[in-house]
């Protein structure tokens, strides 16, 4: 397993502040704080269950309302991600997850391939968690995506409690983050690609 994949990143808008840093080769731990009690909860959810340590500090326009600061945590977290594969070499570059939780079942799939896309079949049968407005949650992943280059299909198959629907999507990403990003032993000096490089175009 190769030392030092790690990345720290800083983001700076009129409308939000945002500090990020992770270890991939971490065990889960995690220090978050985003100002939004939701978020925060789901970031430890991620960095606990992909075993990535993470550190997330936000402060954002929340007197607004919570958009601009999900939003930017997600291009925060894929950056700082990306940045800690460099260029990817040996990683199993796939990873996919079913997560039952409850009543709920939800499937991730994900391809680490630098080719931003996400397919969101997931619906909420409530605008708000708390606070927290549930078309969001499609926010912060479509920015998780684009930045981290993450080919990223999430699917609620089923389930009725809107709080399980939401964590079991960030569970099942974080499981599928997890094997995707893990070293391949037998091809630990290879990109995982005919091309010879994710560096975007098919590969």
């Not at 789901?42 to 936000?58: F, G, P, T």
Request: aromatic content about 8%.
């Amino acid at each position: 397993m190769p030392e030092g994949r790690r990345a720290e990143i800083e983001r700076t808008t009129k409308e939000t502040t945002i500090k990020g840093a992770v270890n991939l080769d971490g065990d889960g731990q995690y220090n978050v704080s985003t100002g939004i009690g939701f978020l925060d909860h789901m970031m430890e959810q991620l960095s606990r269950h992909s075993l990535i340590d993470l550190d997330l500090q936000a402060k954002g326009d929340l007197h607004i309302d919570y958009h601009h600061t999900t939003e930017d945590s997600g291009y925060v977290v894929g950056e700082a991600v990306a940045q800690a594969l460099g260029n990817r070499v040996g990683i199993s570059r796939y990873g996919s997850a079913l997560i039952p939780m409850d009543e709920t079942l939800t499937r991730v799939a994900i391809d680490m391939s630098n080719r931003p896309y996400l397919v969101w079949r997931v619906g909420f049968t409530r605008p708000k968690l708390g606070e927290f407005d549930t078309e969001l949650f499609r926010e912060w992943f479509q920015a998780f995506a684009q930045s981290a280059g993450a080919t990223l299909h999430i699917e609620n198959l089923y389930g009725e409690n809107n709080h399980h629907i939401a964590e079991s999507c960030f569970k099942g990403l974080a499981r599928a983050l997890r094997q995707a990003i893990e070293i391949d032993p037998r091809k630990a000096d290879a990109v995982p690609s005919t091309k010879g490089t994710l560096s975007g175009g098919l590969s």
